[in-house]
């Protein structure tokens, strides 16, 4: 068994695209669900909304691509609009129903033969995010390590990423510390930043393992940054009189409504927001691939998203960072692991005479089966997530 | 009660002063009505919850509303505050038609209702949940929440009227506590300081004393009188007759849906269609047991 | 300390030595770059059946594949096999083009949407392999009066409302009685479908037996999803919402297993396969679809009476309606409960049978109907098991008939949505129009055709 192998993929998909763009997702789902309490399962289609913006840029209307910011943020609006007018002033599980529902209609219609036209069917759209793989200061066909002493290390680079290492680290610290800190204050400070110190030294050995291409390597540059500068805000705005409302919201709308507050602007507001932050993971990740596929938009990946937040831990904004990381991690890690289990196996694993493995495309299903597991075993025993806070979880119960 | 008559303050003798002309039947008219029902009706499939045809809250004045389970009197309360609606009917609050206006408006207008089951938001902090309840915040826009210099001024302002509050309350020392570690009573003073926070005209406590143990039910009727001193009406739900008795100017008496009668608490005590009601709901327990 | 903190305390260290143990390794360890990746490409040839109007996919076999990497430079070719299948391994996880050589499609098959050239992504490979699917073959739909190609639409319609309704009245009774909106009903519905057919087709056994072991255990199914998981979440007082996700966890799992076991690809019963189609009136319909259809409906009417008059049909409403006066007035709350699962399970499994006799059996036939359903059962009134069947039913029908167009617009110039009043909902889309009534309906009159309003306070 070829452990490197398996620590490789498990450290690439650490600070990988694909924990990247679930980071910003899950910023927006955190929004809705964590703080607000509203059980959006359509998250994938927000992030249809972003792909499928810039995409059709060049493709449909042969504007330039970066207008597809703008018209992401406008679709997401409409899209939310559409999700909550109906549904925010009935029941959650309403809102759950309506949203996958939605999300669904999007992929199928920009799957569609029939809107070929404009959404490119089942290929999707390729090759329009020309102007931003072009302008990259990264090689697209050379790899680029995270590994501040690499040889092919691209200063810019490494300077950036070592800033969003930092604020990943300050984050995923000030989470240890919380946890470890018996009584919530004391020798706060010196676990604090030894957690901060432990988990730099990780990164940085993590680093070493791990090496993207030039076009990954950029997208990972501008999407951790955009990850952090939204988590900042949101942090910002969670504190503020607003988060106050929108907590109030999730744990018992009629009283907030009872004390004069438009529960159902506020929810409308949670949810758009939480949507055109994800409408951001759709844009980073159809840029980081250069094209657009309405597969990677299915109600999977929602239920991925979800996953990966409560594993880090709802109402938190370290929690919708870190836990995309860690879920990643994890799935790679267990993909990894039983791929070189079935190699070194012969490609045959049976348990008790159970042909569990026979062949590679199997492990997909075990990851995925991994994935529910997760799932259900984290809502019943850590809803606070894996560095969850012991009183607040003592509050679940009532 | 005679003992009473000295002990009453100032606000207690001016509504008192007010109400005793008023004729002891149901829907009768108030020299001074800060809410008004008029043929409020709302049926679920085949019962009839609420069938009032007229009430009439006086203001200033600290009003029950008793009655047996299931008369109607917690489906009365989500239907004056919007969060129900009515098959047919009008009402008013100061004067202003309530129809077809959102619930948070009503809070907005002074009219605020706690429920009969606490509803404390339990995962926030007392502080925070007695925040919440000051109306008008400028931070409670969202674009104002990532400027705070727009909003912390008032926050400041916010914090020191809900710690007033809470040291009022006696749950100052809960302050930094999530709602959720805190007792049943507890849970019900907070939702009734929070309510406070609104700088309500009108406060609607539905079953305030429920669970409540007896020495902070003393204290309760207190705060309860205190608000009326200050200026607020007082419109509560409550099943304990001495309670009602001791603190009320005006008692309403609903059964199955409708008002049955309307009195002074001496003039409730002694109705034989009040008995009656009751009697007729618990199967020939007495009244004083029972209540 | 309690036991519960030590072990969390253990657990705690045994993390952090874990990390540490993976930093230091990683200190030492070389990078590593290969894997054992691969493409599969799938040919299919898509069949329209001029009866039915649905389409079958068959594999071809014998078509030879390429695959080039992004210069050009070929990295590896393969021929179908009689599954259709062909699997060609590849060097490292990058952009690769796979082109499939069209002069070794059979006589008369020609490629349909998306050209024989067709892209993969490094990053498309979540897994090790990478999946290219190519569909073959023209549809021919055979010329028929619109009047009799409609009411065909509707007896097939009907048909599939009725398995819809069957699939939606256990959902709806469960969310009636425990509030909980069960994400892995779907699941219900394969699970059925699929111990049907491993006893029928795999283990050979008659569908006599089959079939109804398949619904019994689709009953013990339920059952034991509600003994183990939902019944110790209602005792610890796990919150709905939570409990909500849950059952999107237990969705993934199962449908996950169910793929492992069944496969990806779609199979047909062993029973009651290849019969031809019986005219009746304008219609035409086969033996099996008018028994399926026919069981359907007394199943149906049956759980109808049976809630209606029955003793517990009563007690079942009675928790629909209110918990709490129910448990008061003496009765068992839990065991309706266990009951409703069990039924649920029975239904669902029944449905799905009768699905993959229809469609065949693959993982995803019940999670497929999932949106379906809870469209019905929002039609109807969530919470009400006689609005989940007429909501379901309706739905079922409106699905079916939607893919026929009424011939009434002048001109057939007219932009997408527009046009499918005139041509029909293509058929790739036809549950949308069905999601889109949902949300009207939710618009309009949100507590459904038969539901109630909630009450407050
Ligand atoms: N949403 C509802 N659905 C059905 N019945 C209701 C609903 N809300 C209240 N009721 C019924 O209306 C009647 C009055 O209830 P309620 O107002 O709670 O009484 P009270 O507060 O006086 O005890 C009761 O019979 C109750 O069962
Ligand atoms: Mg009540």
């Not at chain 3, 949308?432 to 949902?438: K, N, R």
Request: proline residues 4%.
């Amino acid at each position: 068994m070829n452990w490197s192998n398996i620590l490789t993929a498990t450290l690439s998909a650490f600070f990988g695209v694909n924990a990247m763009y679930f980071a910003l997702s899950a910023i927006g789902l955190n929004v809705q669900f964590g703080y607000a309490g509203l059980l959006n399962f359509g998250q994938a289609g927000f992030m249809a909304c972003g792909a499928y913006a810039v995409g059709m840029t060049a493709h449909y209307y042969g504007i330039s691509f970066w207008w597809g910011v703008p018209i992401a943020v406008v679709y997401a609006v409409i899209f939310g609009l559409i999700m909550g007018v109906p549904t925010l002033r009935l029941r959650a599980d309403y809102l759950a129903i309506v949203t996958i529902a939605l999300a669904e209609c999007v992929r199928l219609i920009v799957r569609s033969v029939t809107f070929k036209k404009y959404f490119g069917g089942s290929d999707g759209i390729n090759q329009f995010a020309n102007s931003f793989v072009s302008k990259t200061p990264f090689n697209p066909s050379s790899k680029y390590s995270l590994y501040p002493f690499a040889d092919s290390v691209n200063a810019v680079g490494s300077v950036l990423l070592l800033v969003s290492f930092a604020v990943c680290s300050v984050l995923l610290g000030h989470m240890l510390a919380q946890k470890w800190a018996k009584e919530e204050r004391q020798g706060f400070q010196t676990k604090w930043i030894i957690s901060a110190v432990a988990v730099m030294a990780f990164l940085m050995i993590a680093s070493k393992q791990t090496e993207y291409d030039g076009l990954s390597f950029k997208s990972l540059v501008v999407g951790w940054i955009l990850a952090a500068v939204i988590g900042g805000f949101i942090y910002m705005l969670m504190r503020s009189p607003w988060g106050r409302v929108i907590k109030g919201i999730r744990e018992d709308e009629d009283a907030v409504r009872s004390l004069g507050k438009n529960v159902y602007s506020y929810k409308m507001q949670a949810l758009i927001l939480g949507g055109v932050i994800a409408t951001f993971s759709g844009i980073m990740f159809s840029v980081s691939r250069g094209s657009v596929q309405p597969d990677n938009y299915s109600r999977d990946v929602t239920f991925y998203v979800l996953t990966a937040l409560v594993l880090g831990g709802l109402a938190k904004v370290s929690g919708s960072i870190v836990g995309p990381m860690l879920f990643w991690a994890i799935l790679s890690f267990v993909d990894a692991f039983l791929n070189e289990l079935a190699k070194s196996w012969g490609g045959h694993v049976d348990i008790f005479g159970i042909p569990l493995i026979t062949e590679s495309s199997h492990i997909g299903v075990y990851v995925q089966v991994v994935i529910g597991l997760m799932l259900v075993f984290l809502m019943v025993f850590r809803p606070q997530g894996l560095f969850g806070n012991k009183k607040e979880m003592a509050l679940d119960g009532h | 009660m005679a003992t009473d008559e000295q002990t009453l303050s100032e606000t207690a003798r001016i509504a008192r002063a007010a109400l005793a002309n008023v004729a002891p039947e149901p829907g009768v008219a108030k020299p001074d009505p800060i809410m008004t029902a008029e043929g409020v009706r709302r049926s679920f499939g085949g019962i009839t919850a609420v069938d009032v045809e007229r009430v009439e809250i006086q203001r200033g004045s600290i009003t029950a509303l008793i009655g047996p389970n299931g008369a109607g009197k917690t489906t009365f309360f989500n239907l004056m505050t919007a969060f129900d609606t009515p098959d047919t009917g009008k009402w008013w609050f100061d004067g202003k038609d309530l129809e077809g206006v959102q619930a948070h408006k009503t809070a907005d207008m002074g009219m605020v209702r706690t429920f009969q089951l606490t509803k404390s938001l339990t995962k926030m902090s007392v502080i925070e949940n007695m925040k919440l309840g000051a109306t008008g915040q400028k931070g409670e826009k969202w674009w104002n929440g990532l400027l705070p210099f727009t909003w912390l001024a008032q926050e400041r302002e916010i914090e020191a009227r809900a710690d007033a509050l809470l040291a009022r309350f006696k749950l100052d020392h809960m302050r930094n506590e999530y709602a959720g570690t805190l007792s049943g009573g507890q849970r019900k003073l907070l939702e009734m300081s929070r309510a406070l926070m609104t700088n309500p005209k009108l406060v609607m406590l539905d079953e305030p004393m429920a669970g409540v143990n007896p020495a902070l039910k003393q204290s309760l009727n207190q705060h309860i009188k205190g608000l009326r001193d200050e200026g607020m009406t007082v419109l509560f739900v409550e099943h304990d007759m001495d309670m009602v008795h001791d603190i009320s100017d005006w008692v309403i008496v609903m059964a199955e849906g409708m008002i049955i009668a309307e009195g002074t608490p001496d003039q409730i005590s002694s109705n034989p269609a009040v008995i009656d009601a009751y009697l007729g709901a618990h199967q020939g327990k007495s009244l004083l047991e029972d209540l | 300390m309690n036991p519960g903190d030590q072990l969390k305390k253990r657990l705690q260290h045994l993390v952090a030595l874990l990390l540490v143990g993976l930093a230091v390794f990683g200190m030492f360890a070389e990078p590593a770059h290969a894997e054992d990746l691969a493409v599969k490409v799938r040919v299919q040839n898509q069949v329209q059946d001029a009866g039915t109007g649905k389409t079958k996919k068959e594999p071809v076999a014998g078509v030879k594949v390429v695959v080039a990497d992004t210069s050009g430079a070929q990295v590896g070719e393969g021929v179908t096999d009689d599954k259709g299948v062909a699997l060609i391994p590849l060097p490292a996880k990058a952009d690769y083009t796979v082109t499939l050589d069209e002069s070794t499609l059979p006589e008369g098959f020609a490629l349909q949407e998306g050209g024989a050239e067709r892209q993969v992504k490094g990053d498309a490979f979540v897994t090790s392999t990478v999946t290219v699917n190519y569909f073959t073959g023209a549809a021919n739909r055979a010329t028929v009066g619109w009047w009799s190609q409609f009411a065909q639409r509707l007896a097939d319609g009907a048909r599939f409302g009725l398995i819809l309704a069957m699939c939606a009245v256990g959902l709806s009774l469960i969310f009636g009685t425990t509030g909980l909106t069960n994400f892995a009903h779907g699941e219900m519905v394969t699970f059925g479908a699929m111990i049907a057919y491993i006893l029928n087709t795999d283990r050979a056994i008659t569908p006599w037996l089959a079939f109804p072991v398949a619904i019994i255990a689709g009953g013990a199914f339920g059952l034991a999803q509600n003994e183990f998981i939902y019944s110790p979440l209602r005792k610890r007082k796990i919150g709905l919402v939570s409990q909500m996700v849950v059952t999107v966890g237990v969705a993934i799992v199962l449908k996950n297993i169910f793929l492992r076991i069944l496969g990806g690809r779609t199979k047909v019963f062993a029973a009651f396969n290849n019969q031809d189609c019986k005219r009746v009136g304008p219609i035409c319909v086969t033996p099996r679809d008018a028994t399926t259809a026919l069981i359907s409906l007394v199943i149906l009417v049956g759980v109808a009476l049976a809630l209606q008059k029955t003793r517990l049909g009563k007690a079942t409403r009675a928790v629909s309606d209110n918990p709490d006066l129910a448990s008061s007035t003496g009765i068992d709350s839990q065991k309706i409960i266990r009951l409703v699962w069990i039924l649920g399970g029975m239904l669902a499994a029944t449905g799905g049978i009768f699905r993959g006799l229809d469609e065949g059996v693959g993982p995803f036939i019940g999670s497929d109907l999932l949106f379906l359903m809870f469209a019905g059962i929002t039609l109807g009134g969530l919470g009400s098991a006689y609005g989940a069947l007429v909501g379901s039913f309706v739905i079922g029908l409106f699905v079916e008939v939607s893919t026929l167009g009424i011939p009434i617009m002048p001109g057939k110039n007219w932009p997408a949505p527009l046009d499918w009043l005139h041509n029909g909902v293509p058929s790739e889309l036809k549950n949308v129009p069905a999601y889109v009534g949902m949300i009207i309906v939710l618009l309009v009159r949100p507590q459904g055709i038969l539901g109630r309003r909630e009450r407050v306070g």
